[in-house]
């Protein structure tokens, strides 16, 4: 069993930024595929950006530019950097680490963006 703790949500004004961290109790971490979610008020989950083992990444058009994920093997974490911030992004954000057929998920972090 994986557990998964996010950390670094809040409330930041449009245009800001933030730093999610994700810890992965985890062996074998550096296997995981490990990705970012969300889910906003009345809306499906959506992806926001994953990186798999070899570091490739992806992201969804809304976020492309703006926002980075990033792991560090040796901390079992991942995180996402967040960057000019927009009342859309506002959502809670949940961690997912995936490897074959096991796929795990954080309590989440709410972020809001507010002016």
């Known amino acids: 069993q994986v557990q998964l703790v996010e950390s670094g949500g809040g409330l930041v004004q449009p245009g800001g930024s933030l730093r999610l961290s994700c810890a992965a109790s985890?062996?074998?971490?550096?296997?995981?595929?490990l990705g970012w979610y969300r889910q906003a008020p009345g809306k499906q989950r959506e992806l926001v950006a994953r990186i798999a083992r070899d570091t490739s990444t992806n992201y969804a058009d809304s976020v492309k530019g703006r926002f980075t994920i990033s792991r560090d093997n040796a901390k079992n974490t991942v995180y996402l950097q967040m960057e000019s911030l927009k009342p859309e992004d506002t959502a809670v954000y949940y961690c997912?680490?995936?490897?074959?057929?096991?796929?795990?998920w954080g309590q989440g972090t709410q972020v809001t963006v507010s002016s």
């Open positions: 985890a062996s074998y971490f550096n296997l995981y595929t």
């Open positions: 997912n680490a995936a490897v074959a057929s096991a796929n795990y």
